[in-house]
């Protein structure tokens, strides 16, 4: 079975400050890593994924992830964050045969002017 | 491209009601579409995952008898939350994955149901 760890609920951070956003995942099988942000009352949107290949991988909107097998880490990152950037952001895995998504439980980017 | 609509976008019922829930993959077709439920501050928990064509299968816990899904066609599943009560109220989300390589899950805007 997967599991999905975001130790950070909410991160505060400045306006065009970096920030990372922590994820960790267990896994006995190979995985497939995705990051998803929520806006307010919206659904999910699909950041960035990580299928295989190269472990570190860009998305949208600046931000980036790299894939750790040996930590079991998919961190987020972005250089330079904005207000418009804040938003909850969801951690998931999907591993083996299964299509199922398992997301871990958020976390709250705060961004301040 | 691959999008999906969901609607109503917020519903609000009675207790005692059902209410239906239309999820639509608007440009591609998905041979697999998911329901997922999210309270208020939390993640999203799955609640059954639906095939077209064939029964859906329920996470542990859900009551199939009570969130009642059919997937008839490749770009359109629905639930529907029969004799709701007020402890049904959640936000409901749904996603469709593209036929042929369900690597990645497309998402609904979701809608939201109160049960009064």
Known sequence: AQSVTQLDSQV?????????????????????????????????????????????????????????????????????????????????????????????????????? | GAVVSQHPSWVICKSGTSVKIECRSLDFQATTMFWYRQFPKQSLMLMATSNEGSKATYEQGVEKDKFLINHASLTLSTLTVTSAHPEDSSFYICSAALAGGPYEQYFGPGTRLTVT
């Open chain 1, 12 to 113: 505060p951070v400045f306006e065009e400050a970096p920030v990372e956003l922590r994820c960790n995942y267990s896994s006995s099988v190979s995985v497939y890593l995705f990051w998803y942000v929520q806006y307010p009352n919206q659904g999910l949107q699909l950041l960035l994924k990580y299928l295989s290949g190269s472990t570190l991988v860009k998305g949208i909107n600046g931000f980036e992830a790299e894939f750790n097998k040996s930590q079991t880490s998919f961190h987020l990152r972005k250089p330079s964050v904005h207000i418009s950037d804040t938003a909850e952001y969801f951690c998931a895995v999907r591993g083996g045969a299964t299509n199922k998504l398992i997301f871990g439980t958020g976390t709250l980017l705060a961004v301040q002017p």
